[in-house]
């Protein structure tokens, strides 16, 4: 995939009130635009992950993938908010020549969601063949054909929800906490809060996870008192995360995930929003997902009008709607 970067001349309105000037977005695409312009593939990533979804969504996308260069145009962007391109709390505040840090905005789903579709438009793009996303991803795929300005034929979810639940939210504030328990996040730096988040990560991993994933992977067999897998594990992807992103971007995202409610604004409640949408739906959700359960997956298969929905069955968790690729990928064949 190729990088670029797209720079936005003008103040960008936030659903805070706030407004962020010239903001840049981080993108990666593959493959060309035809002629008819009917061949678009976007991808919307998940928490942590950067735009180029070769490298992490590989047997679904990849030069000889289901979706590969050589017939889909695929567009992958990089949320504001994240460090891997575009606006993001380390970004310099044209009002201070000094990086946001905790001066940043509070910024949602649906700011991601307008932000992406301004760089549709300078791509050209006026219609999406398959508009795809898991996790956070899928919730702003949600907010993104919600805005009703790219037509969109096929919709998949994956592992995701509708409006963010008192579940995911209190997972979320533990990690923020063991964020804010770091003194160096208050001190403004580049690896403020390393320490912090890299906790914060071992908190998430246990519920992107499940009890028998961790049993089969993480056990011990010769009867040891100290020094157990289960722990070298959780250092090492703490660890793993700070070494590639920053305590700020991740305080910052994980508040707008918790924003999300598709409903937020309108006088309309959550099932009528999600009848609205008129795009062939497919539903897929993981069977041991603890932090997006299937339950909230079968709300948004059952609410729009041209939904179908799949259950995976996997231990792995949340985690498994990027492990269990050679089964998600017959899934999609099938649907597109």
């Known amino acids: 995939m190729n990088y670029y970067q797209y720079n936005y001349s003008g103040a960008f309105s936030l659903e ?38 070769f490298d992490w969504w590989s047997g679904l996308f990849g030069e000889s993938d289901l979706f590969n260069p050589n017939d889909h145009f695929i567009v992958c962007a ?19 020549n000094k990086s946001f ?19 549709a438009e300078y791509l050209g793009i006026d219609k999406i063949n398959l508009l795809i996303g898991g996790s956070l991803g899928g919730q702003q795929a949600l907010e993104f054909i919600l805005l ?11 592992a995701t929800n509708a409006v963010h639940s008192p579940w995911g939210i209190a997972f ?6 063991s964020i804010e328990a770091d003194s160096s996040f208050y001190e403004d730096k580049l690896d403020g809060g390393n320490n912090g988040l890299v ?17 089969v992977k993480q056990k011990n067999e010769d009867g040891i008192s100290d020094n157990f897998k289960a722990s070298s594990y959780q250092k090492y992807q703490g660890e793993k995360l700070a070494n590639r992103f920053n305590a700020y971007s991740y305080w910052y995202l994980s508040k ?26 497919k539903v897929i959700g993981i069977s041991s997902d603890i932090l997006f359960p299937p339950s909230e997956q079968k709300i948004i298969a059952n609410y729009i009008p041209n939904a179908t929905f799949h259950l995976v069955d996997s231990i792995y968790g949340h985690d498994g709607f990027l492990v269990e690729v050679d089964v998600i990928k017959e899934i999609i064949k099938d649907f597109v």
Not at 39 to 52: F, P
Not at 172 to 177: F, M, P, T
């Open 199 to 215: 906790a914060a990560r071992t908190i998430a991993m246990l519920s992107y996870r499940t009890y028998d994933i961790y049993d």
């Open 78 to 96: 990089n949320v504001i908010g994240s460090n891997y391109g575009s606006t993001n709390p380390l970004s310099i505040n044209s009002e201070t």
């Open 172 to 177: 979320n504030e533990s990690q923020r906490l």
């Open 256 to 281: 707008a995930m918790d924003s999300h409610n598709i409903a937020r604004g309108t006088n309309k409640n959550i099932k009528e929003i999600l009848a609205s949408i008129k795009a062939k739906t």
């Open 16 to 53: 805070c009130g706030k407004k962020l000037d010239n903001i840049t977005i981080g993108y990666h695409t593959s493959g060309k635009l035809n002629k008819d312009k009917n061949n678009v593939i976007w991808v919307c990533h998940a928490l942590t992950a950067n735009s180029d979804v």
């Open 148 to 158: 009703n300005k790219i037509k969109v034929n096929n919709l998949v979810l994956l």
């Open 101 to 119: 840090f905790r001066d940043f905005p509070l910024i949602t789903i649906k700011d991601m969601a307008n932000a992406h579709q301004l760089l």
